[in-house]
């Protein structure tokens, strides 16, 4: 419990990465239906962060929305000691679908402001099979996908908007494999 509560403070604490040139604003999507975002994703990269530094592989995240409107959100992934979990959840914020606050301290901590982290949903596909998600600092991204694994090509044009965003993306980790 004391390790989820951590790795949120130092997530909400980090400093902004500077932001590059680009050519793309970052920004979440107009339009996100939330109950196709819900289910199983499968993460393929993400950027550096303290709370994944464990991560070996097989990194999922499943949303289920929730009756009173907030989304439960599990994460999971491979470790050297076997699969790690962590839970959560993510309220929409000012009615916007694709801007998410979400956090995994305890609930009691909820009221703290650092407690919640922003989530930006800032592509999808039309078909719900692949989304990024990305943060207004750029320090955070993620490439998902519905199944384990990615075409390498869809996976360079979507790193290569990322990097027309302002995305640090020579630094992603790549978590799944590419065809």
């Known amino acids: 419990m004391l390790h989820v509560l951590l790795m949120t403070l130092v997530m909400a604490a980090s400093t902004s990465t500077p932001i590059n ?9 107009r339009t996100l239906d939330l109950d196709r975002y819900a289910g199983q994703w499968h993460e393929i990269a993400h ?4 709370f994944q530094r464990e991560c070996l592989g097989a990194v999922t995240a499943r949303y289920t929305p929730m009756p009173d409107g907030t989304i439960h959100v599990h994460n999971t ?14 309220r929409v914020v000012n009615g916007q679908p694709a801007v998410l606050k979400v956090r995994f301290a305890p609930a009691w901590l909820g009221w ?5 982290a922003e989530y930006w949903v800032i592509e999808v596909a039309s078909d719900y099979q692949w989304a990024v998600v990305g943060s207004p600092s750029r320090k955070y991204l993620w490439i ?9 090509g869809l996976f360079e044009s979507i790193r290569e908007r990322a990097r027309q965003r302002g995305y640090p993306v020579e630094k992603l980790v790549l978590m799944a494999p590419l065809d």
């Open 77 to 90: 992934c491979q470790t050297d000691s076997g699969m790690q979990t962590v839970d959560g959840v993510a």
């Open 144 to 152: 998902l996908a519905r199944r384990p694994d990615m075409y390498r």
């Open 47 to 50: 950027l550096p962060m303290f």
């Open 21 to 29: 040139p680009s050519t793309l604003p970052n920004q979440p999507v």
């Open 112 to 116: 703290l402001p650092r407690a919640w």
